[in-house]
């Protein structure tokens, strides 16, 4: 089955250091997302990107946060200057087309700031 | 803004029982999702639920959408140990581009 892969699975950074967190999202899907999970917490929605170009954002995706889509396969979240309220594991994920179908979620990456 | 609430939080069962986790939101919806999520885990697409009184099941779970209600019900037949997990729901906006979550029922089977 396509699956979503998301690297690194797991990364320590000091906080005020900029990181990127990189996707793969399924190959025919053109829909593709962002969310966070804080630990113990619920899933929240951080961004949706589609034709190359964001869809649909929440406020917690402020100007710290950007993304995009370098080339036919990656799809990056960059974090420029990381607090340690950044700390979560962020999911990539993506679909066919818009919520009609199934939404499928990568493997996550732990995101530790110090 | 879109508000989704799950009840129970936690839910401790014993193997073999039924129970029913429900999800209310707040905003008209035609589109509802149940995941499951097991500690540390990615989120596992169990159903999608796109219209008024949608029933879907599989194996020991069935799920259902009541739009006029603003509800949908995530019933457990005949629980198994191996059903315990952590399960969200999830409400599309109307645009379909972004996923509100409950706050997650974490189901424990004994056995």
């Known amino acids: 089955e396509p699956e979503v892969t998301q690297t690194p699975s797991h990364q320590v950074t000091q906080m005020g250091q900029e990181v990127i967190l990189r996707c793969v999202p399924i190959?025919?899907?053109?829909?593709f997302y962002w969310y966070r999970q804080i630990l113990g917490q619920k899933v929240e929605f951080l961004v949706s990107f589609y034709n190359n170009e964001i869809s649909e954002k929440s406020e917690i995706f402020d100007d710290q946060f950007s993304v995009e889509r370098p080339d036919g396969s990656n799809f990056t979240l960059k974090i420029r200057s990381t607090k340690l309220e950044d700390s979560a594991m962020y999911f990539c994920?993506?679909?066919?087309?818009?919520?009609?179908?199934?939404?499928?979620f990568g493997e996550g990456s732990w995101l530790t700031v110090v | 803004e879109l508000k989704v609430e799950q009840n129970p939080l936690f839910l401790s069962m014993q193997e073999g029982k039924n129970y029913t986790i429900y999800c209310n939101y707040s905003?008209?919806?035609?589109?509802l999702y149940w995941y499951r999520q097991d500690p540390g885990k990615s989120l596992e697409s169990l159903f999608v639920?796109?219209?008024?009184?949608a029933v879907k099941q599989e194996g020991r779970l069935m799920a259902s959408l009541d739009t006029k209600a603003r509800l949908s019900t995530l019933h457990i037949t005949a629980a198994v140990h191996d059903l315990s997990a952590t399960y969200f729901c999830a409400v599309s906006n109307n645009a379909g581009n972004m996923l509100t979550f409950g706050g997650g029922t974490r189901l424990m089977v004994k056995p």
């Open positions: 639920l796109l219209s008024n009184g």
């Open positions: 190959s025919n899907h053109l829909y």
């Open positions: 905003t008209t919806s035609d589109r």
């Open positions: 994920a993506s679909s066919e087309g818009r919520a009609r179908g199934t939404i499928y």
